[in-house]
């Protein structure tokens, strides 16, 4: 298991990944889950993955055989965020439709999804979620961010927080806590945890984190924040067991 998200505002672009692709009690593996594709001055291309690793592994060395061969259509030469979803959505179905029926034949699930993010100069930063079958979704002003993987933990932070308005370092930090906040309560979500954030119009990513196990400013941040969720857990008032509700009885109806 995994988790990745994203983070679209008016600001620019978060991208959050663990790396975490197998968890036991004896057994811990891992992979990088978040990627650059990025022509600097031109277009930004972020691409997380989460879900069958053989899949997803595949779509990241077709979308990099196509750069090194110089495809006349890869990530460099589509017009717009829009078409490149389109052209990692057909990687994907592509190579999904290939392998899933002999994985099937060993219960293997070939599931997995990718959150897509990246601004193209002329073009809005855009931020897609692309599933299994190769359709896509993208985040709007309502909801700035797109979750893959285990993404239950992670999620109430991010509904409570983010708006289009929100600054980029407070998005960042967010993002952060969410995937801290997860690797608290599942196992199979751990370091390293990488963390990149894009400047609207900037063309390039000039802030890049990558944070491993035992690394003191993870720890930091994940004692501040146990302790101001302890702080206003305390300052909450009790329950006042004497309260009545105003609606009598009668009022209330049952399904």
């Known amino acids: 298991m995994t988790y990745c998200?994203?983070?679209?505002?008016?600001?620019?672009?978060?991208?959050?990944?663990?790396?975490?692709?197998?968890?036991?009690?004896?057994?811990?593996?891992?992979?990088?889950?978040?990627f650059e594709f990025?022509?600097?001055?031109?277009?930004?291309?972020?691409?997380?993955?989460?879900?069958?690793?053989?899949?997803?592994?595949?779509?990241?060395?077709?979308?990099?055989?196509?750069?090194?061969?110089?495809?006349?259509?890869?990530?460099?030469?589509?017009?717009?965020?829009?078409e490149v979803a389109r052209y990692i959505g057909e990687k994907l179905r592509r190579i999904k439709n290939i392998d899933e029926q002999e994985l099937q034949k060993d219960g293997i699930d070939a599931q997995c999804s990718l959150i897509l993010g990246g601004q193209i100069r002329g073009h809005e930063p855009a931020l897609f979620l692309i599933y299994s079958q190769g359709n896509f979704i993208h985040a709007?002003?309502?909801t700035p961010f797109l979750q893959i993987g285990e993404t239950k933990y992670g999620k109430p932070i991010l509904d409570r927080t983010l708006t289009c308005n929100t600054p980029l370092e407070s998005a960042a930090k967010c993002a952060l806590l969410s995937i801290d906040s997860t690797m608290k309560s599942n196992i199979s979500v751990g370091p390293p945890i990488?963390?990149?954030?894009?400047?609207?119009?900037?063309?390039?990513?000039q802030h890049r984190l990558r944070l491993r196990l035992g690394d003191s400013y993870l720890a930091k941040i994940r004692k501040l924040w146990e302790e101001s969720l302890k702080h206003a857990f305390n300052y909450i008032p009790n329950i006042d067991w004497q309260h009545r509700d105003d609606a009598s009885s009668e009022d209330i109806l049952i399904d």
């Not at 979308?63 to 460099?76: G, P, S």
């Open 140 to 142: 709007t002003q309502d």
């Open 194 to 205: 990488d963390l990149m954030m894009y400047e609207k119009d900037s063309f390039e990513i």
């Open 5 to 34: 998200l994203g983070i679209i505002t008016d600001y620019g672009l978060v991208m959050a990944a663990d790396s975490r692709t197998n968890a036991g009690v004896d057994y811990i593996s891992t992979y990088r889950k978040l």
């Open 38 to 82: 990025s022509n600097p001055g031109e277009r930004v291309i972020l691409l997380c993955t989460a879900g069958n690793l053989s899949v997803t592994q595949s779509v990241i060395t077709e979308i990099e055989k196509d750069l090194k061969v110089q495809e006349e259509i890869n990530l460099y030469t589509l017009p717009s965020m829009y």
